[in-house]
């Protein structure tokens, strides 16, 4: 426990830095708007799907939190997200950039008065999974409103890639997959890959601020 605590804390103390580092770059929305032709080919279809590590719908990111956005881009330009498509299109973008996608797609496709939602109650498989690694305690207890904006908000999105997204957690020492976050590693692996499945659907159905938002050029 107490090995698990410094690592979380010595992470923790890596986040605020960063954030802090990041605080001095401010996102403008309107440039992020021309710089998403990247984005708008796998983010901005419905229903695009993507083969590697194995086929699934690529996550909607319109809605999304622009600080989790950015810690995500981060994490692709330096490594710690395995996913060479991914890497190659961070390796691009300066911080500035990455702000200023990020600053766009959290407010892209979001209303001014969004609509009243209704609880989802889970199963008691599912809520026995859910306590075991208190994933609320990070993630809000709708998966929508995360205690931190650099976390991500999961409520909505699509199962097949948050189940890729959570067995990315469990992968080491994989030049092409895994996510290098000790936190996330460690609630993972608590978890079997059916187990993981699970919790993947059962986010996937509760209504969320998550969307994919055409452009015109797909419509």
């Given at each position: ?87 190659g299109l961070a390796e691009s973008l300066n911080d500035q950039d990455i702000a200023d996608l990020s600053a766009y ?115």
């Amino acid at each position: 426990m107490n090995k698990l605590f410094t690592t979380i804390f010595a992470l923790a103390v890596s986040l605020v830095t960063a954030a802090a580092h990041s605080q001095d770059i401010k996102g403008d929305v309107k440039a992020g708007e021309t710089k998403n032709a990247m984005c708008i080919g796998c983010h901005g279809i419905k229903g695009y799907q993507a083969s590697f590590p194995e086929v699934y719908k690529v996550p909607m990111i319109s809605g999304q939190s622009g600080k989790y956005i950015a810690a995500a881009l981060q994490a692709y330009k330096k490594g710690e997200r395995k996913h060479p498509t991914m890497r190659g299109l961070a390796e691009s973008l300066n911080d500035q950039d990455i702000a200023d996608l990020s600053a766009y797609y959290e407010q892209h496709g979001v209303t001014a008065a969004p609509a009243a939602r209704t609880a989802k109650t889970p199963s008691p498989a599912v809520a026995a999974l859910l306590a075991k690694a208190n994933c609320a305690s990070c993630h809000g207890a709708d998966f929508s409103k995360p205690i931190d904006p650099s976390y991500p908000k999961l409520g909505g999105q699509h199962a097949d890639y948050l189940f890729v997204a959570l067995k990315a957690y469990k992968v080491e020492n994989n030049p092409k997959v895994g996510r290098g976050n000790a936190i996330m590693a460690g609630m993972a692996k608590q978890y079997t890959n059916a187990e993981l499945k699970q919790l993947a659907n059962y986010m996937a159905s509760i209504e969320g601020d998550l969307k994919v938002v055409p452009q015109s050029k797909f419509r």
